[in-house]
């Protein structure tokens, strides 16, 4: 992470007590919390939030906790707190307790927060669209700004004054990359970004603006994955002499954390488990339990035996985007992950055949009469023969619940499957995404139910 490469300057800018934002308690007070964490020294090594109470001061270490109040990234909030003066506290707690009472705002931010490119303008004036299949993202952290130009990535400085920007020289990688369009593409966008002096917010859209006042580039926020609920996969991680190495292309090694305090997957060759707890971008992670198999491929136990060792030095944890990052309490990364991309969502399923325990297996004629429809917010599209409806569901890893809600009452030929369909998907508790398909089941037995994707039949 960039902040965390310049967490010292922050601290030479920033650091200063919030004593003397608390010498007088018991009374509401203003705060402006800035849109990233920093990793800083209380008692020990952990992350502080930015805040102030004069909006045109610079932001300061906030060591303390708020009651009640849950930080997103990638926002700038205004609250309204009430500061309580503790009596008698433990030596290493604050003497001042801090108690949200209003979030009076909370605005995306420009920094803290990844963005996509949707179009920009050409060298003619034109605005073009992005091409298909392309993605370009930048990343405003502090006074530094990255990203992906579509085929290399780039980096440069920038300064900050409310709504203007001033861009630094851009540096980038030298490759070509194919097809013929993405580099013209290329050239445009770092050309046009380079342009930039002030930028615009409208809820998740960010446009910059020359200085004509045209907008020349605008993107859409990437929303970070959560924590929870994600199959992470290892891209890099801490061999244990001080280095950070890529990680092997095969075998995988994954992560899952569940939302009760477990954390479990394969290291490559075992599978793993343990538990952690995770609060406010600090993470500590119990002993991890595996399996003893020995595998042959060449590196495969060297790599989990430093990937174990790094995930019980873990101290805290960062999310950008699809990134994980596990830090140690110095701010070393343990380890990297990429979240594994959700092919459940996005995809109407047909049915396709069901399986059963006994080994027999079930044609549906039709197939495309029965489907479903997974949608990123828990909800979910059904199609049943002649009748159609919606239900919502919960996943957790290889867990699924499905509940049904209301479908029309259509009276569907004899020979429908509607009624063991709706049947059968009430029952549902585990899915697996396999070569492309679907599959549902109860999980102790009974019908398994295969969908396939319904704009490949």
Not at 387 to 404: K, L
Request: net charge negative.
């Amino acid at each position: 992470m960039m902040f965390t490469r310049i967490i010292l300057s922050v601290i030479a800018v920033f650091v200063s007590s919030l004593t003397v934002l608390a010498q007088d308690t018991g009374e509401s007070r203003t705060l402006y919390v800035g849109p990233v964490r920093v990793d800083c020294e209380g008692v020990g090594p952990q992350q502080c939030l930015l805040v102030k109470e004069d909006p045109q001061a610079d932001y300061e270490l906030f060591y303390d906790h708020i009651e009640g109040f849950e930080f997103e990234p990638g926002y700038i909030y205004e609250l309204r707190v009430t500061v309580t003066e503790v009596a008698n506290p433990p030596a290493d707690a604050s003497s001042m307790q801090w108690t949200l009472d209003e979030v009076v705002s909370q605005n995306r931010a420009l920094q803290g927060n990844l963005w996509e490119l949707m179009a920009y303008t050409d060298a003619d004036g034109n605005s073009v669209n992005v091409l298909p299949d392309s993605q370009v993202t930048v990343l405003f952290e502090f006074d530094q700004l990255g990203g992906s130009a579509g085929c290399n990535t780039y980096g440069g400085g920038f300064m900050l004054a409310e709504m203007n920007l001033e861009i630094g020289e851009l540096v980038s990688t030298q490759m070509a990359c194919t097809p013929d369009e993405l580099m013209p593409q290329e050239t445009a966008y770092l050309n046009a970004l380079s342009m930039a002096v002030s930028y615009q917010i409208n809820d998740d859209q960010l446009d910059l603006l020359n200085a004509d006042g045209d907008v020349i580039l605008s993107y859409a926020v990437i929303e970070p994955v959560a924590l929870t609920g994600t199959t992470w996969v290892m891209t890099d991680y801490n061999n244990g002499q001080g280095g950070l190495v890529s990680a092997l292309a095969e075998p995988p090694v994954t992560a899952l954390f569940d939302g009760v305090g477990q954390v479990g997957g394969t290291g490559g060759c075992n599978g793993y488990g343990g538990s952690y707890e995770a609060s406010d971008g600090m993470m500590t992670i119990g002993e991890v339990i595996s399996t003893l198999m020995a595998c042959a491929e060449q590196g495969v136990m060297e790599q989990e035996q430093a990937y174990f060792a790094a995930l019980e030095n873990v101290a805290a944890y960062t999310i950008s985007a699809n990134t994980l990052e596990l830090t140690d309490g110095e701010g070393n990364v343990m380890v990297r992950y990429e979240a594994r991309a959700n092919e459940l969502t996005g995809v109407t399923w047909q049915w396709q055949s069901a399986n059963y325990a006994s080994g027999d297996s079930m044609s549906v004629p039709q197939p495309e009469r029965y489907t479903l429809t997974f949608n990123a917010d828990g909800s979910v599209g059904v199609r049943a023969d002649c009748n159609t409806g919606s239900a919502t569901y919960e996943r957790s890893g290889d867990q699924i619940m499905i509940i049904m809600g209301p479908l029309t009452r259509a009276m569907c030929p004899p020979e429908s499957l509607s009624m063991p369909f709706i049947e059968h998907l009430g029952a549902v508790s585990t899915l697996e995404l396999s070569n492309g398909n679907l599959l549902l089941s109860p999980g102790t037995g009974g019908e398994t139910l295969v969908f396939t994707p319904l704009d490949t039949m």
